[in-house]
Each structure stands twice: as structure tokens, then as C-alpha cells.
């Protein structure tokens, strides 16, 4: 996140290795972030939001990031698209708070 660091987004809305909320079961896929947080937008980049699984960073086409509450709403939703975690499996997020 040294990079939202840079654009001059105060630390105190910086967020790392937050564990992301949601059933781990072999079979959920949808992941929301805990505290009804939601990550910002930033315009030309996306979301700025990194997801990682085992310690794995993913990349943009195994996940859709989504707003749970409609368009506008700030993104709060993790859906992996290929995959399910296991029990035990360690999911979290980088991302930077609304």
C-alpha cells in the first residue's frame, strides 16, 4: 500500500491484512470487508483493493470486487471467481477506507 501512501491518502484510512468476513467451507465464495467498511475508488485506477489468499496475491480476473448496496454504494464485496476457500484457508485485504 506504499503506494496510496504516495497519492497523499491520509494513513489513517490505510488498511492491511484485514482479514475478510465470510464462510469458509469449500462452497462460499462471496467475502465481504468486516466493520461494513468500504474501499474508495480511485478515478483511472479502480478500486484500490489487493486481495490475497495463502498469502497469494490474485489478480484481477480471478475476483470481482463489487458494491453489495447497488452503484455507488463503495466497494465492500469480494467474489472469487474460480476458487472457494477451504477451512483454514488465510484470506485477507489491502485496501484503503472510505
Do not use: C, W
Amino acid at each position: 500500500m506504499a503506494t496510496a501512501r504516495l497519492r497523499g491518502i491520509p494513513l489513517s484510512q490505510v488498511r492491511e491484512q484485514v482479514a475478510l468476513v465470510g464462510v469458509q467451507d469449500g462452497t462460499n465464495r462471496v467475502f465481504q470487508l468486516p466493520g461494513g467498511e468500504k474501499a474508495i475508488h480511485t478515478p483511472g485506477a479502480g478500486p484500490v483493493l489487493k486481495v490475497y489468499f495463502d498469502t497469494r496475491r490474485l489478480q484481477t480476473a480471478e475476483m470481482a470486487v463489487e458494491e453489495s448496496g447497488g452503484l455507488g454504494t463503495g466497494f465492500d464485496r469480494i467474489r472469487f471467481l474460480h476458487f472457494a476457500p477451504k477451512v483454514l484457508s488465510s484470506i485477507f485485504a489491502d485496501y484503503v477506507a472510505a
